[in-house]
């Protein structure tokens, strides 16, 4: 089991930015693909960005494409989530998660989650 601790989150306005960070433990961090996931009031979790294992491939959902970036360090056990040109729409709590396959945006495929942190952005 990868144990994960998100922090990061806060209130921004529009446009403004945030850096998420999720801290693992507990397992070799660098075998594991990571991803990023949010949960806005009365929806469903949705997947926000995935990273490979070596960093070499990443996906986006088209939400948040251009605006996001996901990146890792291993030597850290730290995966991040860059936040820019935020939006009202960007609202929910986040959630990292690590995933046993190099990469994967499906949240069946991931195994441990981390607690969530709220990001709200007012407009």
């Known amino acids: 089991q990868v144990r994960l601790v998100e922090s990061g989150g806060g209130l921004v306005q529009a446009g403004g930015s945030l850096r998420l960070s999720c801290a693992a433990s507990?397992?070799?961090?660098?075998?594991?693909?990571m991803g990023w996931f949010r949960q806005a009031p009365g929806k469903e979790r949705e997947f926000v960005a995935a990273i490979s294992t070596n960093s070499v491939s990443t996906l986006y959902a088209d939400s948040v494409k251009g605006r996001f970036t996901i990146s890792r360090d291993n030597a850290k056990n730290t995966v991040y989530l860059q936040m820019n040109n935020l939006k009202p729409e960007d609202t929910a709590v986040y959630y990292c998660?690590?995933?046993?396959?190099?990469?994967?945006?499906?949240?069946?495929?991931?195994?441990?989650w981390g607690q969530g942190t709220q990001v709200t952005v007012s407009s």
């Open positions: 998660a690590a995933s046993r396959f190099a990469i994967a945006t499906g949240k069946n495929y991931y195994n441990d």
């Open positions: 507990g397992r070799t961090f660098s075998n594991y693909g």
